[in-house]
């Protein structure tokens, strides 16, 4: 219900005035000169995040440094979330719904090679898809928007997200878990904002109307065959060689089986067998990715993987188990809160900064909150353009984002925020 109450609200917003900024001039000018004072702060505790990563479900520290500094402003804050999870309340003079932003917090398993003064401290771990860099802009929006509550017009829920990178084995973890804890009630949140760091130009912003992320489900296939001597291959069931069938099969159930225009992916990335150069391996496992931006997709490709392995070893006299783990769904921007705060989005960015993207096949949990709520997700372009390419490339160990993203970052977040409860306050009260 509250979805639907929202979307008429969006409609409602839409129709008289598509594309239009509430931003005014004066608060333009207070929000510009309130990043000024914050963003050597946060660009420290970007840096102190960086030195200390911590990878999923175990994002102690980041939580504790985060928490800190959010007691300073006076908000509601509850930690523990979802493990580790932080989620603040900012609420504005006003009445007024609730929006949210949310940035996560955890870091992934590479070694870093980057040469800064504030390299990882942690062997192996790093900060190497931006998630120190979208805390600090999360928590510099948040300093910002308390010294204008004057202008907010209903609350503003951020939520710091643990696990964005999936939970541990057996574990629950990340946005799923925030939301079954109930991280989007109490207040209710009627729309959700995200930023991720993209490598392109800094400063430049990349989204689109609809699904912008992939859906995201990983797969397990466990071969056993039976060993034998390699000199006797007749008396074995080679599971290496059933493998190298079933991956050639599995290659073609997107490409023979998928409607060519819809986008979808199945890649193996890791297979393991064997135990000797002279023996029929007995036993091989594949690990790959299954990606789709529709649910039909989805589910079509996770039954035909499912039919096709089993179809190949039983056929070849193996055995085999194939395990499906649903991950995260598609990442979708709403199309009406897209056209709503297209005007705002352009003066925050810059109209020449905003660039429409096509869907991108890589994946976020935030498709969890996607599902719940009217929701807006964004790529910031972090590219220093002094450095290599390379610098700036998602899960590359020489990961180095311009830091100046942190400032664009919270003016973006600061407009949309504004200007969403503003449309909101002003339709309440009749007005267009």
């Known amino acids: 219900m509250r979805k639907i109450i929202w979307l008429a609200v969006l409609m409602s917003i839409l129709a008289p005035r598509p594309c239009a900024a509430t931003v005014d001039k004066k608060t333009a000018a207070d929000i510009d000169r309130e990043i000024e004072k914050v963003r050597l702060d946060m660009a420290k505790v970007r840096r102190f995040i960086h030195m200390n990563p911590q990878t999923a479900n175990r ?10 500094k959010l007691a300073a402003l006076g908000v509601d804050i509850k930690n523990g979330v979802a493990r580790t999870g932080v989620v603040a309340i900012l609420r504005g003079e006003h009445n007024g719904p609730t929006v949210a932003i949310r940035a996560g917090m955890d870091a992934v398993r590479i070694q870093e090679t980057a040469e800064v003064d504030f390299k990882s401290l942690n062997p192996g771990i790093m900060h190497a898809t931006g998630n120190d860099l979208h805390a600090a802009i999360a928590l510099g929006t948040a300093y910002v928007l308390n010294e204008m509550k004057d202008r907010i017009k209903g609350s503003v ?10 939970a541990p084995p057996d574990e629950d973890g990340g946005a799923a878990q925030m939301i079954k804890e109930g991280v989007l009630d109490n207040p209710a949140v009627g729309a959700i904002f995200s930023l991720h760091s993209w490598p392109e130009a800094m400063g430049q912003v990349y989204v689109a109307s609809g699904d912008i992320l992939a859906s995201s489900d990983s797969f397990e296939i466990v071969i056993r065959g039976r060993s034998a001597l390699g000199s006797q291959p007749q008396a074995g069931v080679d599971a290496i060689v059933i493998a190298a069938q079933v991956i050639s099969a599995i290659q073609s159930i997107v490409s023979r089986n998928i409607d060519p225009i819809e986008p979808a992916l199945l890649t193996v990335g890791r297979i393991e067998g064997g135990s000797k150069a002279d023996l029929i391996a007995d036993r091989v496992k594949i690990e790959g990715i299954v990606r789709a931006l529709s649910d039909a997709n989805r589910k079509k490709i996770a039954r035909l993987l499912d039919t096709t392995v089993k179809g190949v070893v039983h056929a070849m006299g193996g055995e085999c188990t194939v395990t499906l783990t649903e991950e995260s769904p598609p990442v979708s921007n709403h199309p009406i809160l897209l056209d709503a705060l ?31 709520t009217s929701s807006l997700y964004l790529l910031l372009g972090v590219r220093n353009p002094r450095l290599p390419a390379a610098s700036a490339a998602l899960y590359n160990p020489a990961f180095n984002p311009d830091e100046r993203a942190i400032a664009a970052g919270i003016r973006i977040l600061c407009y949309l925020v504004i200007d969403c409860l503003e449309q909101q306050s002003r339709l309440a009260k009749g007005g267009s």
């Open 59 to 68: 994002e102690s520290e980041t939580a504790k440094i985060i928490s800190s």
């Open 342 to 372: 297209m005007g705002t989005l352009l003066d925050a960015a810059g109209e020449r900064n905003v660039n429409t993207i096509k869907p991108q096949m890589m994946s976020d949990d935030f498709g969890f909150f996607s599902q719940k």
């Open 157 to 166: 829920k951020f939520i710091f997200q643990p696990a964005t990178e999936g």
